[in-house]
């Protein structure tokens, strides 16, 4: 593949601060990003939806799949790709749950309460877009870990993800 493809992984916190991020990502995309894999997209009732938001504001040429919750509060959080259309053309978006904590261990619920954050596991998500660029196929993927539960809990999530990806049918990229 001779053409270069830049990337730009965001946490964007919940999606507070949506003028903050857009403005980030429109000087990002002049700087030449054409793709954002986003961690941490939620939807709450009483703010416009930054998926709505970024669209509006870039045009027809960039697209958004996402994946989060339907609690309606911060359990919701997800992730999501956005990609300008014009370089990638979208062939497939799976969506997966990774595995989930039953409880966190008491010293990070200790942690989390101290600092006023929800202690209840969050559901963490994966969204993977199956891509063509200039004829070549490559699939990317979006994810977002647990913060809490140490190394252990991290790995097993991405090892979920890396067996569910090994079933997939063969991309000549992948970036995760």
């Given at each position: 593949?001779?053409?270069?493809?830049?990337?730009?992984?965001?946490?964007?916190e919940?999606?507070?601060?949506?003028?903050?991020l857009?403005?980030?990502?429109?000087?990002?995309?002049?700087n030449?990003?054409?793709?954002?894999?986003?961690?941490e997209i939620?939807?709450?009732?009483?703010n416009?939806?930054?998926?709505?938001?970024?669209?509006?504001?870039?045009?027809?040429?960039?697209?958004?799949?996402?994946?989060?919750?339907?609690?309606?509060?911060?359990?919701?959080?997800?992730?999501?790709?956005?990609?300008?259309?014009?370089?990638?053309?979208?062939q497939?978006?799976?969506?997966?749950?990774?595995?989930?904590?039953?409880?966190?261990?008491?010293?990070?619920?200790?942690?989390?309460?101290?600092?006023?954050f929800?202690?209840?596991?969050?559901q963490?998500?994966?969204?993977?877009?199956?891509?063509?660029?200039?004829?070549?196929?490559?699939?990317?993927?979006?994810l977002?870990?647990?913060?809490?539960?140490?190394?252990?809990?991290?790995i097993?999530?991405?090892?979920?993800?890396?067996?569910?990806?090994?079933?997939?049918?063969?991309?000549?990229?992948?970036?995760?």
């Amino acid at each position: 593949m001779n053409s270069v493809l830049s990337v730009a992984t965001y946490n964007i916190e919940y999606s507070r601060r949506p003028k903050l991020l857009v403005k980030t990502i429109v000087q990002m995309i002049q700087n030449g990003v054409k793709v954002f894999c986003f961690q941490e997209i939620l939807r709450l009732p009483e703010n416009e939806f930054i998926v709505d938001i970024l669209l509006k504001e870039l045009g027809k040429n960039w697209k958004l799949e996402f994946f989060i919750g339907d609690e309606g509060n911060y359990l919701d959080v997800g992730v999501g790709i956005l990609w300008n259309e014009s370089t990638l053309k979208l062939q497939k978006i799976e969506k997966i749950n990774l595995p989930k904590m039953k409880k966190y261990p008491m010293l990070d619920r200790l942690v989390l309460r101290s600092v006023g954050f929800i202690d209840a596991p969050l559901q963490n998500r994966a969204i993977i877009g199956t891509f063509s660029l200039n004829d070549h196929s490559l699939r990317m993927t979006s994810l977002r870990l647990d913060t809490v539960g140490g190394t252990k809990n991290r790995i097993k999530q991405v090892q979920y993800l890396l067996d569910f990806i090994k079933d997939k049918p063969k991309v000549e990229y992948e970036i995760i």
